[in-house]
């Protein structure tokens, strides 16, 4: 058996066993990568990104397990952005470059799976049922005063 896909297999297995109690939102985005070495690096960079929400208090939970597809709607641009603003006391340009790369990734997957919203009229209108308890839906009107010359 040739080398690369001995070592493929491998790196597969370890992948596994490092995603036991990852949540299948996670799980469902690396399965859409066929390089078992594609997928290590995707889950790296997802859970350097995770473990500094938790610490920072931004998802409220003990552990990347524990996550769920509410927690991963109350992040915001601003979070995700003060996590890459971090990596640059640590880590090269390029490899901040190719970890957003990987976070605009993940985050396209979960809109397009539904997961997460990329809306603002929807995440507006969830600021606004939260922040006063409100149990029904709300109704929200947009009016556009877009210049003729522009």
């Known amino acids: 058996m040739c080398y690369k ?11 596994n066993e490092k995603l036991q109690d990852v949540p299948n939102i996670i ?3 690396l399965i859409t990568f066929k390089s078992s070495r594609t997928k290590n690096v ?11 929400f938790l610490k920072n208090n931004i998802i409220q939970k003990d552990s990347i397990s524990n996550i769920d597809a509410d927690d991963l709607k109350q992040i915001l641009p601003i979070d995700i952005i003060k ?20 976070i605009s990734s993940f ?8 997961i997460c919203e ?12 939260d922040q006063f308890n409100i149990k029904n839906g ?6 556009k005063n877009i210049p003729v010359a522009a």
Not at 107 to 114: D, F, H, Q, R, V
Not at 138 to 143: L, P, R, T
Request: hydrophobic share 40%; aromatic share 14%.
């Open 5 to 15: 896909i001995e070592a493929q297999k491998r790196l597969e297995v370890k992948l």
């Open 27 to 29: 799980k469902d985005f």
């Open 42 to 52: 995707n889950w790296s960079c997802i859970k350097d990104m995770f473990e500094f």
């Open 83 to 102: 996590y890459l603003n971090g990596l640059t006391y640590t880590h090269k340009m390029s490899s901040i470059r190719t970890q957003k790369a990987i």
């Open 107 to 114: 985050w396209t997957y979960l809109e397009a799976s539904g």
């Open 118 to 129: 990329n809306n603002i009229v929807y995440k507006a209108a969830k600021v606004l049922k």
């Open 138 to 143: 709300v109704e929200i009107f947009i009016e």
